[in-house]
Nanobody, 121 residues
Framework: QLQACGGGLVQAGDSLRLSCVNS????????MAWFRQAPGKEREFVAV????????QHADSVKGRFTISRDSGKNTVYLQMNSRKPEDTAVYYC????????????????WGRGTLVTVSS
């Protein structure tokens, strides 16, 4: 139902945009989010976008560098990543919640396969 793409190897400071297509339904208080898991670490929240009002929230670690956005007509959510740092290296996951209940990963019902992003220094 969720298909993420756009990962790859980038240099520190470069930009990259991830995409996630939702082939299911969007309705009500639907939300789509990005999480990431770095090697040897737990998965963490990156950003979320609420479909009803296009409001968003970003983790402090990426605020000002990453931006989540959407194309409603394509049921697609994006993660624009600027000023990349080596510590941004991780597998990035797209997730969706039928009802937005917060940024805890347990609140998300659907998950896509991750896409690996590697940032070299």
């Amino acid at each position: 139902q969720l298909q993420a793409c756009g990962g790859g190897l980038v240099q520190a400071g470069d930009s990259l945009r991830l995409s996630c297509v939702n082939s299911g339904h969007t309705f009500g208080r639907f939300a789509m989010a990005w999480f990431r898991q770095a090697p040897g670490k737990e998965r963490e929240f990156v950003a979320v976008l609420r479909w009803s009002d296009n409001s968003s929230q970003h983790a402090d670690s990426v605020k000002g560098r990453f931006t989540i956005s959407r194309d409603s007509g394509k049921n697609t959510v994006y993660l624009q990543m600027n000023s990349r740092k080596p510590e941004d290296t991780a597998v990035y996951y797209c997730a969706a919640a039928a009802l937005f209940r917060g940024i805890n990963e347990k609140n998300y019902d659907y998950w896509g396969r991750g896409t690996l992003v590697t940032v070299s220094s």
